[in-house]
Structure formats: C-alpha cells, structure tokens
C-alpha cells in the first residue's frame, strides 16, 4: 500500500455504506480493490459543469486526492434536519458512542429516504471515534419530553438512542453531479485498483453549506 493511500485508510475515518451511507463495519485490507471512505472538500471538477467524472479532493487528512467516477457512482444530497422530521417508522441510521448505562449517545443522525428503507439494517461497530457504533434501523418511540430518546428497531434487536440538542441531524436525499462543485463537502465511498486509482462508488455531497457529518 503506497504511503499516500495508508494515510488516507488511517488518517480519514473510514465509513463502509450500503448503496449510499448504509454504514456498516469498515475493513482495512492491504490489497488492490479495498473500500474506505474519504471526508473532505472538492477543490476540482472535470469536466466543468453539471455532470463531472473526475473530483480532486481535499481529505480531512490533510491529503488531496483524484477520485473518478463511473456510471454507476451513486450521488445523494445531503441536507438539514431537525427532531420532528423523525417520526414513528422512520428509517434512520446513527452513529453513537455507549454510555455507562449501556444506552447510546448518538454522535449523529441521519434519515434515509424510503427508497433506502432496509439499507443496512442492523448494529455494529463504526470508526466515526475511537469506540463508536453505527445503528440502522426503523422508529418505533420518538420521545422528545424526556432528553429526545429514539427506540430504533432493526432485525434481531434494538437499541435506545439519546440525540443531544447539538448533535446533527441531516437528511438524505436524491441527488445528482450537478451537486459536485468546488467547495462541496463530500463524503465517498471509493474503492482503489491496483494502479491506486480511486472510484467513487457514491457519493453524499452536502447541499446548501451543510458539512455530512456520518
């Protein structure tokens, strides 16, 4: 793995999405066609215009890479959000760290469009910080008396989300690549081939100044 590569599997949280931002547990593996996630700023788009097929992008790292496009690569729109947009049936995914209770503490949250409902179902661990979780699943209770505690059920389980007054909430929309400008930030799943070329296989890309913060 060349240098530049390792810094960005290790200096750039990794997120594995399902589709777009399905989050599951990322892997890091030293070979050709590994997936990981890279954070950052668009600093260039190739060709001009509303539907580029090559990015340059600022890492949160620090690195600027060249990540390319195919016909396949997902886009959607990340968007603002806020508690009462989650109602009962919702399909959400949060990123969150444990708390002494055994409850969790979501770091953030966001709402799948119902095209996505199902997408990564489930609970495992996540990168987003040193001992987080990731949690995919349906609303049952949204109770926003008692320190806005969401119920999320997901196959096999489920687990009680405490959302702080502070922690962001965003949806997820369709989107297209007239989103990707310079100075959207982004997040990508990208895979790299043997050469090192990197591919994005989607793409969430914050719409209106909003920063994706999965």
């Known amino acids: 793995m060349n240098a530049m590569f390792r810094h960005l599997v290790y200096g750039v949280s990794v997120v594995t999405l399902i589709g777009l931002f399905t989050a599951g547990q990322a892997q890091a593996q030293d070979a050709p066609g590994m997936r990981i996630g890279v954070r950052g700023e668009i600093t260039g788009v190739s060709p001009t215009g509303v539907s580029p097929d090559v990015l340059k992008v600022h890492a949160n790292s620090g690195e600027n890479v060249t990540i390319n496009l195919t016909k396949d690569t ?16 919702s399909y959400i995914g949060s990123a969150a760290i444990a708390q002494e209770d055994g409850s969790l ?6 709402v799948f ?10 609970h495992r661990p996540f990168d987003l910080v040193k001992g987080s979780s990731m949690t ?3 609303v049952g209770d949204l109770v926003v008396s008692n320190g806005r505690v969401l119920t999320v059920n997901y196959k096999g389980g489920q687990q009680k989300i405490l959302v702080p007054e502070d922690v962001p909430i965003v949806n997820l929309m369709p989107g297209d690549r007239s989103l ?6 982004i997040v990508t799943f990208v ?11 989607s793409i969430s890309a914050g719409k209106d100044g ?3 913060p999965m």
């Open 136 to 138: 995919n699943g349906s």
């Open 74 to 89: 997902k886009v959607r729109a990340v968007t603002m959000a806020n508690i009462e947009d989650i109602k009962p049936g």
């Open 105 to 110: 503490k979501a770091l953030e949250v966001h």
């Open 113 to 122: 469009p119902p095209e996505l409902a199902g997408s990564g179902d489930g």
């Open 191 to 201: 895979t790299q081939s043997a050469d090192g070329t990197l591919t994005a296989q």
């Open 210 to 212: 909003v920063t994706p």
């Open 180 to 185: 990707l400008k310079v100075g959207v930030k």
